[in-house]
């Protein structure tokens, strides 16, 4: 399921250019409705306590899966329309190279993208439940009728110890790393970082915010149930039929979208 | 105390026949002021943490104990009067063929009616406090003098692996799981279901959100109280004397209705 | 330290007898301002996480010792000035005989007031960390420089079932009993009260309120530290030194009041 | 890197003096945009949880390092521009003699800043995460990348029983024990204080908070992470490269003042 990275574009500086016109109309391509669910989505993940003044949530293009929509350098909470940015998948780069500052590990997004076709939205977070399980022993198996998407066995740990490229300050800022990190994800829907936080993928943007409030909550719960002794995991046959309750993700939107605008109202 | 399951009602799809005009009698044999109440638990058990996005609270009808009300599939903090649903205790489908979309698993009210002449409301939760318990082996019993209500030995557990015919997903969304969901609750007030929630039951619908609060709180304090060893029980006698505390259900139930309704109109 | 009982005083029913009007003048002697200060304990508490739906805090009246000052039967986050119901430290019983519904147990109020002449305020709770200690093994200690009121030794324990006169519901509400609570108090601070809450004691309004917050504080935090492994708690110099802390109490206190009054103004 | 003490400056109480006009101009040397910064710093320490009554945070004079500004003795959450008082570095006073009462532990600041000419300002606190790890055995060492600020063995402890200068009330409120306090932290960041919390320093303002916070982040991470075994701390390598995140302060300064700031619209 891994497909091979693309080959990045050639870089554009001038705006006359057809190519960058084509830029453009990619990036016009993102409806005004699919620039606010991706706004709420920031919203709702900060609302939820996956993100705080960091970690970030992407969408793919729907219309062209060579781009993907971030929000700027901002935390989550402040993020509004304007401040979404078009980048490339082959390169983790802006479209418009005039674009504001971007996340420093945007690569991330981008590393994905480039090795799942099937992926159309990745959250990565530091939400402090899965924090932990990245650097205990415990695996993080699936505990809750939920999170079967976490793989009965659970998600994979990636140390970026382990990769000799990577840097010592633990971010994933550039492709060789996250061609690594995607790597260790493999064709599954989270990979623990060690030390630093998850990378939750999925098909849609509703479904990523899903999994990364119910990997979160399953962290939780699983700690919780550990001194409790002998604990019952999903079993295979429970995780891979626990993606029906995906088919329930409007009903969770809609009520955290609710909240964050009242949330956002009041601020 | 568990009563054998009622014959289901013949289905009635004409709006002019004598049945259905007295379905509708049925419908509207509620009275605002309960409908109100049931709104209110809805909110009540969100703003409480013991629903989230998903779980619901029923009341079976007051006049007809051959119905019961729930609402449409919706975040219970969302849901208002025109959302409640009269739904048939024999079949737990809809009293009005064309009533919306239901929730997945109000096979779990309409099967402990059927099961519990005794039983006026019920509530099934996914508290996250609950749901540890549910999956761990240590038992949840009383340790507040308010829980009494869980037993001196504490709650059942039903696990959905322990029945061929359930469901993978753990769902409990047919008349059989449910049966066997309500042999298992028994003539109890609880029971745990695993890596799922609990259904709690009560003559009342003030009562039954009482238990779904301090059921949760028992777990939760069950949970501090294990690290510190040698934990000390309600004994049966004073679980069983622990009744009397719901006389005073009114008290909680007024606050946690200012609270809920502060809430909803901030939001 | 613990005073004998007082006599109680000849019950009266006649409104225009002159011990009645005595005791209307009693119930006029606290002052406006104290009712203030008593409702925003309540609020304060509520706010705080120390009281819930139910427990409550009293004041003795200052120019009467005989008489304390307590809200009638209702949810402490609901309490105002009308609601505050003058009380008979000998009796327990309101003064006047047509006040509304009383507290189950203002017997401990009545009770601690007895025996302990040099105790101006009283709160009893059900905080959950407090809860958790009176059920597990583990002395609650001081671990905190602001906790040295709970003695280096940690409050004592006082059990129900250990006195066959207390009712299996665990609850405080003949004299009896209460004199069993406050003979167990001692001359402490704090006494905990076996899955049930604490009864919190102290010489003024405040810090009483003071006293509940950090019991709960310190309860926390040594949950906290246990899994840390050896804890260090305060030694005895250090507990009794800590009273110097209390000389702050104006500082919480006008934050906590401010707070509580943010909420009330929101709800 | 601990500079020696500097000598104090004469007392002065006559206003007209030469030496009393100068230390006004002093106090007026700060600008009103970085009265607010600290002003928010005290709201945005409060509004994350690090100070609750308790607690302070100063800055030290940008144009006068023998100068820093703390609140006067106000919970922090309630601190606004009249309420920053300048003091002498040499001697923890008030450069205004009519100033009004301060922080009894307003030494700890002094103390720091006369050690340390690297430090700009400091964050006193009794976060409860970090008052746990004082009083355990367990060494708070970095789990997470955004903390490796604590060093990769964890900051040293002060324990004030182990210098029998200091108060048994656990207090810092003279120089000399301070001073001790300063020669713990040595050239770290942050020292435990045992039973009292944690004092943290960086040559900014904004650095001091995001340390205050994330130390307890850190804290809280590690007690999450021990029940899951054999922790994965930091090395030294990636604990000195943590240093890099701190560039990023920006992104969650302007979040946590837009939260104090709605907070505070609220109350």
New interface residues.
Partial sequence: MVSSPRAPLAPTRHLTSDCQIAMIDNMLSITSALLDELVAANRILFNQGIL???GHVSLRDPDDPEAFHLAR???P??VTAGDIVAYRVATGEALDAAAPQGY?ERAIHAGVYRARADVGAVVHS?A??L???S????RLRP????SGFLGANGPPLF?S?DHPGA?????VRDGATAEQLSRCLGDGSVVLM???GATVVAPTLRRAVFRAVYAR?NA??L?????????????D??A???A??ES?VD??W???R??AE?MAA??
């Fill in positions: 705080d003044a960091f350098n901002l935390a909470a402040r420093l530091h402090a439940a924090v932990a399980f650097v205990g022993r415990h505990v809750c009728h939920m140390d110890r840097d010592a300050d633990m971010l060690r030390g630093h909550v939780s719960l700690a919780q149930a550990l001194p409790l002794g002998d604990v019952t995991y999903l079993d046959r429970e891979r039929a626990s029906v309750h329930q009903r969770p809609e009520l955290w609710q909240q009242a009041s601020s």
